[in-house]
């Protein structure tokens, strides 16, 4: 018959916990002629001992089972509870290091390693990056499970290691259980103390180890990121505020002047996630008292549920806001902006009347981020045009003709043609206007959010691009834009030039009588001394020069 190998081990602890307190004597006899027992084992010793053979038994359990393997995402991972003095979380990412974070106080830590990340599921993000709309949720759920499996695992492996080494030591199923039911306790009591001291602040302050030791130096860490960035926020809005000072102190611009009734319109588009966009929004407002911002969508980058939240300073700009969806911008960002106070959404050509003024507009039919949907180009943009226009023909038809119409795209924008006196839209981040048949002027805005985060790739960031419409109240025609030029990110380059529009040509909208018209002996409105030529945003920041637009470097 095989031996067990821990007999000469609970045999060795067996005469540890019941050696007498002193030296052995002979056993007395009493009257009755009967043998007294030695005396058995102190208390406390017996306490201690028992306590000891719990915390290892319990310790052999969480190495040898204690342990679950789940994907998170697209990546594999063995959680895994140790013993430990200070607690915390501590995710193991082999070969490059480890990253220490300081969730919470315990004597259990929290071990996740990365083992790997999968093929497939990393495939599939990156053909299809729509799905990255689920990917915050599924985390967050592949997170819990695998936590709530590691609880139930680590709770059976420290209750089997504590019994099976009770059983061993002191061959008494009672002192066993009793082993195995200590052990459940203490697990409890550190899940417990885990629980109120768990700090979700930790990972904004993680400790890195290994390879990773150089990453907060390439990189910063989440708190500075995010510090430094509000700071250039503040700054970009500082300087739009100073440059409209100046701009209103020293501009000569005889041919037009605004007048209190004037409607002011802020164009914006193509922001691509960029936060130090609302700053510059909420100035512009400020500054040029503007009556209704209107954004010609490309807000969002990948139009994920997760980017919504990037949207909620629009309720506070200070001013009406019209939205139409870009190629950029998911229907998930569309419900969302629905929702908020003082948002006005576009869509399928309906029209509203915000700030005097009716607009119309429609989404674009393109989600170029779906990539599982091939994208239909031009033609699709077309389509959805002319739809845009029979609407605003049928508004026409009722009464109630559309002041401006609103689209995303410039081949869409196109197709309203001799339908609306003005149409807005952006997508090329290169700003420039024309006129289209039919007397339709068309304006097309660069990119607010100065190409969004990404510029920062390239050698030069794109810069940072918004209008000031000035269009009468009696008529709802254009009379002036402000075009407004900021240095892209980490530039400090300002620039803000005033346009006129052109002669009409054959077949346009007449002006209307209280059009501004050039002052005896002043340059006509289309020479080069009162209308600059349009110019591309450079993106090196060269002040235009000081007549009739204002600069400051």
Partial sequence: MARDPMRPFGAAVRRLLHRPTRPARPARRGRTGLARPARSAHPFARALGLAAVTLLGAWIGLLTV???HKPVGPM???MTLRPSAEGGTRINVAPLGALELESHQAPLRLDVDVTRLDPERVGSLVDRPETINGLQDQVTADVRDGTRDLAVRAAIAVVSGATALGLVVYRRPRRALAAGGLALALLAAS???????WNPKAVLEPKFSGLLAGAPSLVGNARSIASDFDIYSRELARLVTNVTKLYDAVSTL???APDPTTIRVLHVSDIHL??????IIESLVEQYEIDVVIDSGDTMDHGTAAENA???PVAELGAPFVWVRGNHDSLSTQE????????YVLDDGRAVTVGGLRIAGMGDPQFTPDRSVVAQGDPAERAAGRELAAALRAEQRRGRPVDIAVAHNP???EQTAGTVPLVLAGHTHNRKQHDLPGGTRLMVEGSTGGGGLRAVEGDVPENVNASVLYLSEETKRLQAWDEITLGGLGLTSAEVSRHLPDDPKPGSVPSSPDSPSPSPGSPSPGTPSATPPLREPSGTGTPAPPTPSAAAP
């Avoid at 899940?191 to 001291?197: C, F």
């Avoid at 960029?274 to 700053?279: C, E, Q, S």
């Avoid at 969302?336 to 948002?343: I, S």
């Fill in 191 to 197: 899940g417990a103390s885990a629980y109120a001291t």
């Fill in 66 to 68: 204690g342990n679950v």
């Fill in 411 to 413: 081949v869409m924008a």
């Fill in 76 to 78: 594999d991972t063995t």
């Fill in 336 to 343: 969302y902006l629905e929702g908020l106070d003082n948002v």
């Fill in 310 to 312: 990037f949207l909620d």
């Fill in 254 to 256: 005889p041919t037009y």
């Fill in 274 to 279: 960029n936060p130090a966009a609302w700053p």
